[in-house]
């Protein structure tokens, strides 16, 4: 049998090999010079922090795709029958990675605004345990509800960086398009025709369903502004079988098994100076009208991040052609009959909790939340103080942290906290992913809640996190 690294080197671009655990077993010369230092044993996620997601669902037998900015390069990651095979391959002309650092500098303010919207949403909510005037009550309502448009501004800016916390889970693609057909006639209007031509058997998708439904609004919004009062608006689904790497505008859509999604409109179609940019952040052809130019950049985030990509085309006769592709996935399995939930037994945590953030406000108002629901809190706002009190002999029931601090940051308190109590429960908080955390939460038993979150959703993942310690 010939040697795996024999078969990598032979080859120009830069591969690598890596066995079920996730250890380098092998890199060609190519590899080897992008990443200076490599070894066999070395661990992925240690040598691409950026893809430690993607890492470990390929791991799990997911192909995906992520751009690594600081080697400007695309990784594609592909299972195989040895493990797992990593690509890496240049991401060109120097604007892929222009793109990348406006993702960082979109991901980094959304972070910032985050803990500002944490703050807000935390008060207003403190706001309310005390009986208010009905007058003020009115003024709390709108400082939430604008609050959450915020958050919703925040999501959107993630989505095109890449950074947003998705729930994946499989979904038909045919039940899908049919229940969004379904709310289409009032979006579209009278004069606009809804045709669906579905492959059967519905084959299933691994997506956030809300983020799904947002791709799909989108587009379809898109296809009505282009058309106008009349037209013909077509969802196709389909399947692709894809054998090698395919490259598209810097983006690797790697071997694997595909479904297929189009939407095609009989609008003028995009015109030809326009097509290359549709994707980019803040550029739009309506800015007079309000747009601001993150629809379609949004819609590339989320396919990007649930691993797939989207394609654009303008047929010769005529209207516009987008074309999503996403790796297929198994049906959920069948659930099990629903047991009779028992009854709850709450008993009172062991310890404290040990609440770390280095915004002052968000911690307040945190640290209100949690003592409203009857737990005894000790708040830190430098991770530094945080672990030299563990080290001194406190013991919390629970560490609750941000992750972005300065110094320490969340996830190396983290670690060095459990190296003082190996059994420490863990909820990490961050306006990122928690792609954008090295994958701990997931590879290391922590949990996480993404910022901004709501005073109940903050009280309910303590909550769970405290019983699933117990």
């Excluded at 080197?9 to 230092?37: I, K, M, S, T, W």
């Excluded at 326009?274 to 007079?288: D, G, M, N, Q």
């Excluded at 797939?308 to 010769?316: D, F, L, S």
């Excluded at 709501?454 to 309910?460: D, G, I």
């Amino acid at each position: 049998m010939v040697p795996p690294g024999a078969l990598l080197d032979a080859l120009p671009q830069p591969l690598a090999l890596l066995d079920a655990r996730g250890e380098l077993v092998a890199a060609n010369p190519p590899f080897r010079a992008q990443l200076e230092g490599v070894a066999p044993g070395d661990k992925a996620w240690d040598l691409l922090p950026e893809a430690a997601e993607a890492l470990a669902a390929g791991l799990r037998g997911t192909p995906g795709r992520v751009g690594i900015a600081r080697l400007s390069v695309s990784l594609a990651i592909t299972p195989c029958a040895r493990g797992v095979l990593l690509a890496l391959t240049p991401t060109g002309d120097g604007q892929d990675e222009r793109l990348a650092l406006l993702g960082r500098l979109a991901g980094g303010i959304a972070h910032d605004f985050n803990n500002l919207l944490g703050v807000i949403l935390g008060a207003a909510a403190a706001a309310r345990v005390a009986p208010l005037p009905d007058e003020v009550a009115v003024e709390v309502a709108a400082i939430e509800a604008a609050a959450e448009r915020g958050a919703a501004l925040v999501r959107q800016l993630l989505a095109f960086a890449r950074q947003q916390v998705l729930a994946p889970r499989s979904v038909a693609l045919n039940d899908t398009v049919m229940q969004f057909v379904r709310l289409l006639p009032r979006l579209m209007g009278p004069g606009i025709q809804v045709e669906m031509h579905l492959e059967q058997p519905s084959r299933h998708i691994l997506v956030d369903p809300d983020q799904w439904s947002r791709v799909l609004l989108n587009l379809a919004v898109n296809a009505r502004e282009a058309m106008g009062a009349r037209g013909r608006l077509i969802f196709t689904t389909g399947r692709r079988l894809v054998l090698a790497d395919e490259i598209a505008a810097g983006e690797v859509l790697p071997p694997g098994r595909y479904v297929t999604l189009e939407l095609r409109d009989t609008g003028p179609g995009i015109p030809p100076e326009v097509l290359p940019r549709i994707f980019e952040p803040f550029y739009s052809t309506k800015l007079e009208s309000g747009g601001t130019g993150l629809g379609l950049a949004t819609v590339q985030g989320i396919v990007g991040q649930s691993g797939g990509r989207i394609e654009v085309e303008c047929p010769p006769e005529g209207g516009t052609l987008f074309r999503i592709l996403l790796p297929r996935a198994e049906p959920p399995p069948e659930a099990a009959p629903a047991l009779p939930d028992p009854e709850p037994v709450v008993a009172p945590p062991a310890g404290p909790i040990l609440l770390v953030d280095d915004e002052r406000t968000l911690l307040r108002v945190a640290a209100l939340t949690l003592r409203q629901a009857g737990h005894e809190v000790v708040p830190q706002e430098d991770s530094q103080d945080a672990l030299d009190a563990i080290r001194e002999g406190l013991r919390p029931a629970l560490l609750v942290t941000d992750v972005a601090m300065p110094g320490l940051d969340g996830l190396e308190l983290a670690r060095a906290a459990r190296a003082v109590q190996p059994d420490l429960p863990v909820l990490l908080l961050s306006g990122y992913s928690a792609a954008s955390v090295g994958g701990a939460p997931e590879r290391e038993g922590f949990a996480f809640l993404a910022k901004p979150f709501t005073p109940e959703a903050l009280r309910a993942a303590v909550a769970a996190r405290l019983a699933s310690s117990g």
